[in-house]
């Protein structure tokens, strides 16, 4: 071996030397400088040429530059395989500016395949072995060409940080397949095939070419962790093979796009047992989000943390003004129950009933069940103005039959509009706003007068004699199809109404094409509730017979349709007289052979079946 005169002044550099090798780190080269020129500790070497050893494992520009020149190597090639030191734990590796947690530094990492390879053919280990330059990244845990598991030495003493593979790994080769042996061979992580190819200058996929490549392996390795070991998992506890699995795991997330982080985020928070009504995005997501939350962290993690921001927003029933992630939240999207009742003063179990009769809110919805808050304001406006069916026929001046048929032709609403889950008040109740609109447009419809005219009577007195729900009558009135209509200014509402009897009958027929939607439910023995929704599902079509005066319409059907519904859809309290089978039985014999209804109580307000399903077990 030829060896070097120990001069750090003699012509500034060294020969005969080592060529650099295109895979190796400076620190590697200066190994094998070192073990060629003086076979003592690279400490010594690099303090004879004026290096400072910590400045070079560091990455000091100065050092890097220096060993450049004695050994005559291509600074292009020595900086390139080496983290350059740009700042405070920054560094630059192939044009990537790269905090100090991306690298594997202090420990000594090392495949002891690899240097088995290095060995073969010399017998000196310091001159032969080289420490590949992604050996150095913390994300490459695996050989990509022996796919095993690589070797990781924490720093025990100082000069550990040189990483002198002579000193550090096995100086045998009985030694280091003792090692390969014991490790279990496995595939590498596609997310440091992901770095590494980055780094080598080739393309990814777009979207993640855009990001800082520490964004993608920090966020890839907590989403994974969070997907595999639960939200509350801490990162510093896993092993590294858990976190080699936790980005491998993350990464195939990242790299199907931000609709996939979304499918994850969505399992994540579905997931979420959670019976509380301030179930808030740390106690779904736990260190997904908290370790993106908060003023100091300053850690880029790509579009996580805007996607897992956007999702918070959208699921999670947070006040204006709220910070998530760095931003607030501008307006509030979401309300719970309880959130609601405290912005508009409303009792608690009184809005809860409400909003499950609406249904903006399931039956079984837990506390923490969020709705859009628009909605809500917009119906418990509704609930605050509300009427119930006690109070109705007082408030529309008219009798308490007259009052249900109102709302059985839907002139006007009930807030739930016949949810079958409501309680009795709110199932009945109608918005005072709509009663108001309601009694406008019959003021609107007729002229007051002082006296009771002469030949003209009541509604209700108008309806007996046309032979027609008092309903017809009002119809006819909104619409425009009478000419003559008075008030009676001492009274008010629809008792306060008088028409020409005879005018009602001539025009009552132009309504009267088909059927209500009420004859055709008593036909079909369903609830009058269920006759509406199934016109909404579109099972039940009808005529709208619109007005003369364009303001108002009337919903009608045709028999035949009922009776094509009726043969197609049954429900237990039809066929009950029937067969002289109680309605329960009926129900309980096909939830036991699981006949399962085409429309549920819970959708309709009855459970429609079938007939064919229940032509099996009943004679029908």
């Known amino acids: 071996m030829s060896v070097a005169v120990r001069d750090p002044l003699s012509q500034g550099g060294l020969y005969p ?66 983290p350059v030191r740009t700042g405070k734990r920054v560094y630059d590796l192939r044009g990537h500016s790269l905090p100090a947690e991306f690298f594997s530094r202090p420990r000594t990492v090392y495949c002891p395949a690899c240097l088995r390879d290095d060995d073969a053919g010399c017998s000196m280990p310091a001159l032969a072995r080289r420490a590949r330059w992604i050996w150095a990244l913390e994300v490459v845990r695996t050989c990509p060409t022996h796919k095993i598991p690589l070797i990781r030495k924490a720093k025990e003493r100082h000069d550990d940080e040189l990483n002198e593979l002579a000193v550090r790994a096995p100086a045998t080769v009985d ?56 939200p509350r998992v801490n990162l510093a506890s896993l092993t590294v093979d858990q976190r080699d699995a936790a980005g491998a795991r993350g990464f195939t997330v990242l790299e199907m796009g931000e609709a996939q982080v979304r499918s994850e985020l969505k399992a994540l928070f579905e997931a979420c047992k959670c019976t509380t009504s301030n179930m808030g995005p740390q106690k779904v997501f736990g260190r997904l989000y908290t370790s993106m939350n908060g003023r100091r962290v300053n850690e880029d993690y790509g579009i996580l943390r805007r996607v897992l921001r956007e999702f918070i927003f959208e699921n999670f029933a947070l006040a204006s ?40 809110v399931p039956t079984d919805a837990a506390a923490g069940f969020a709705f859009d808050a628009e909605e809500g304001r917009a119906f418990a406006a509704q609930v605050v103005r509300k009427v119930t069916v006690i109070a109705l026929p007082k408030v529309l001046g008219c009798s308490r039959v007259t009052c249900d048929q109102i709302l059985e032709e839907r002139i006007v609403t009930p807030l739930a509009d016949g949810t079958m889950y409501a309680t009795g008040r709110t199932r009945k109740a109608v918005d005072h706003a709509e009663i108001d609109d309601f009694l406008g447009r019959l003021t609107a419809a007729s002229r007051p007068v002082s006296h009771e005219p002469a030949e003209m009577v009541s509604v209700r007195k108008a309806a007996e004699k046309a032979k027609r729900p008092a309903s017809s009558v009002l119809h006819l009135v909104l619409g425009g199809y009478l000419e003559n209509v008075a008030r009676l200014e001492a009274n008010g509402g629809i008792d306060a109404l008088r028409v020409n009897p005879e005018e009602v009958k001539s ?99 009855a459970n429609l079946f079938h007939r064919d399903d229940v032509k099996k077990f009943f004679p029908i």
């Open 17 to 82: 030397r080592p060529s650099f090798d295109v895979s190796e780190t400076a620190l590697s080269f200066a190994n094998r400088l070192a073990a060629f020129h003086i076979g003592l500790p690279t400490t010594d070497f690099l303090h004879d040429f004026g290096i400072a050893p910590m400045k070079l494992v560091a990455g000091e520009p100065e050092a890097l530059d220096r060993l450049c020149e004695i050994s005559g190597s291509e600074r292009e090639h020595v900086y390139q395989n080496t």
């Open 175 to 230: 030694a280091l397949d003792a090692e390969v042996s014991a490790l279990v061979p496995r595939e590498v992580s596609p997310l440091q095939t992901y770095v590494v190819d980055r780094l080598d200058g080739c393309e990814g996929p777009k979207h993640l070419d855009r990001q800082a490549l520490d964004a993608i392996v920090r966020s890839a390795e907590l989403l994974g962790a969070v997907i595999l070991y639960g």
């Open 321 to 360: 003004g709220t910070y998530v992630l760095g931003l607030p939240l501008e307006a509030r999207r979401l309300h719970t129950v309880a959130s609601l009742a405290g912005e508009t003063g409303l009792d608690n179990r009184t809005l809860r009933h409400a909003l499950v009769a609406k249904g903006l």
């Open 507 to 605: 025009a009552v027929g132009q309504i009267s094409v088909g059927m209500s939607i009420g004859d055709a439910c008593r036909r079909l023995h369903i609830p009058i509730d269920a006759g509406w929704s199934l016109v909404d599902f579109g099972e039940l079509p009808v005529t709208r017979i619109h007005s003369p005066n364009a303001q108002h319409f009337v919903t009608r059907c045709h028999l035949q349709d009922v009776n094509d519904l009726g043969e197609r859809l049954v429900n237990a309290g039809r066929i009950a007289p029937l067969l002289d089978i109680p309605a329960t039985e009926i129900e309980a014999k096909l939830r036991r052979h699981r006949i399962k209804p085409a429309f549920r109580w819970a959708d309709v307000g």
